[in-house]
């Protein structure tokens, strides 16, 4: 259609800064759908950690309720030794537990182990207590557990793992 001798549209000028706020508009969309993504991808990591230092944590203190007693066998290794079952916890980088019929893995980074023995039966390797540190999520930053004695337990470990002597 013509109007006065011209034709209707637009003038190359306008069609350039059209298409310049377009690759603007589209490119600041697809830097806020990136930056979405990169931090969808940080949480899910998080949340997936701290979901399995919560399982972790919740299947120790099962397996704390159900031993007898634990003991240290080397500096990296716990058994939780109960009267019908003996679970092997090994903690290097990862966190396996092994039991006669199953073995688990934990995906969880630990950074330090500390134990803590009963007086009196420290040459049994009698774990009262043991710390680990985590190295992530920061959320979680170290886990306690402590499994308490009582007396009858305690004779009952004395006269299984100490040797009796004669005199």
Known sequence: MRIDGRCKGFTLFEMILAMILGVVVISSAYLVYRNL?????????MHNSIIEVGLFKERVSQDIDDATFIRSETPNTLLFVSQTDTIRYSFDRRICRSTNVSQDTFNVNISHLRFGFVEGLHDAQIVESFLFKIEKPVVISQVQFLKRYSSAELVYIYQKLIPQYEY
């Open 37 to 45: 993504q990169v931090e969808w991808r940080q949480y899910y990591t």
